[in-house]
């Protein structure tokens, strides 16, 4: 099993930064593909930046140059350093970790709140 954990998440002003955490634990024997996830209330789920076990990034358009995505293999914890931030940025923030087999893992999710 594998558990994700969130983090950073909280108020900011637009144009501010944030820097949230996710840290992975558990029956985990490899490197794994990773990403961040939003959802806004009302919209549907979606990818905003992926890494893969190579590092291989991958961005939503909407956040290309502004958030980057990253990972520390020995800490088992990936991050999104979120610069520039906009009002149409809030959202709820998840981890995903892509496992073997097809399977997916979910952090519960960090809520981000950008007030103009």
């Known amino acids: 099993q594998v558990q994700l954990v969130e983090s950073g998440g909280g108020l900011v002003q637009a144009g501010g930064s944030l820097r949230l955490s996710c840290a992975a634990s558990g029956n985990i024997f490899s490197i794994r593909p990773m990403g961040w996830y939003r959802q806004a209330p009302g919209k549907q789920r979606e990818s905003v930046a992926t890494?893969?076990?190579?590092?291989?990034?991958n961005y939503a358009d909407s956040v290309k140059g502004r958030f980057t995505i990253s990972r520390d293999n020995a800490k088992n914890t990936v991050y999104l350093q979120m610069n520039s931030l906009k009002s149409e940025d809030t959202a709820v923030y998840y981890c995903q970790l892509r496992g073997i087999r097809g399977m997916e893992y979910w952090g519960k999710g960090t809520l981000v709140t950008v007030s103009s």
């Open positions: 890494i893969t076990s190579d590092n291989s990034t």
